[in-house]
């Protein structure tokens, strides 16, 4: 959900991200669990892009992962118009995505 710029997860999600984590640290099936099946193809996919996820950075690696995937819904979504002013904005949105990012990891 996006609120005033910001990507809030709904409750619902911060439970499913809570059990995907302990999926990928335990190395278990994802696609095994009813809850968080729908996420078993995009967790395999990131998962790959990393050599050691940990419990210490976990947090920070679904955190990022989330809002690449809010940024591609934004994109899609048409949120920022295609003309000079809407591409600056974007533009804006998309360095305080990076500058956000970058404190976490």
């Known amino acids: 959900i ?11 999600l911060q439970v499913e991200m809570e059990t995907l984590k302990d999926y990928i640290l335990g190395g278990k099936d994802v ?9 078993a193809d995009w967790a395999k996919e990131f ?5 050691d996820i940990n419990e210490n950075n976990i947090d920070d690696i ?9 940024l591609k ?8 118009k295609r003309d000079v002013k809407g591409r600056a904005a974007f533009g804006r949105f ?6 956000e990012l970058g404190k976490s990891l």
């Open 47 to 51: 998962t790959t892009h990393y050599t």
């Open 2 to 12: 996006e609120v005033m710029g910001l990507a809030v997860l709904p409750a619902r």
């Open 62 to 70: 679904l955190k990022k992962e989330i809002g690449l995937v809010f």
């Open 94 to 99: 998309v360095n305080e995505l990076q500058s």
């Open 31 to 39: 696609a095994s669990n009813e809850m968080i099946a729908k996420h």
């Open 73 to 80: 819904v934004l994109e899609d979504a048409g949120v920022y």
